[in-house]
């Protein structure tokens, strides 16, 4: 069975803070098979910091909104609140990848997360 990854906006972020090709990492890292997708909600936060922030955020989240489109990957078409629809999404079986340390406590296990700026944990 493919299971769905849902990539949160403060882990496209590391790409460019930890300098992580985020989705080798994923391929490197996880033993199954995946889907990954984006919340437009995430798009949505990812253009606000471009235009709100300068510097090194403002540098990642163009990075970021780059990598979504040249890797083509597949955005679900829901807005609101993208933590509120990530926790609703971890209790679909949808597996979410944050840093986010409030968020982590709100999801469903498992969910994922970047260890050691280089690697992808399932926390169970």
């Known amino acids: 069975m493919i299971k769905k990854i849902i990539i949160d906006t403060n882990a496209w972020m590391a790409v460019y803070e930890f300098n992580l090709d985020l989705l080798t990492a994923l391929r ?20 606000k910091i471009i235009s709100e922030q300068r510097g090194r955020f403002k540098q990642a989240a163009l ?17 609101g609140n993208a933590d509120d629809l990530l926790v609703a999404y971890s209790k679909k079986d949808y597996l979410i990848l944050t840093q986010d340390v409030e968020l982590k406590k ?10 050691q700026k280089k690697k992808i944990l399932v926390v169970e």
């Open 28 to 47: 490197e890292s996880l033993d199954f098979s995946y889907k990954v997708y984006v919340l437009q909600a995430t798009l949505d936060e990812l253009k």
């Open 63 to 79: 990075l970021s909104l780059g990598l979504i489109n040249d890797k083509k990957i597949e955005i679900i078409n829901e807005i």
């Open 106 to 115: 709100r999801l469903n296990k498992p969910y994922l997360t970047i260890r």
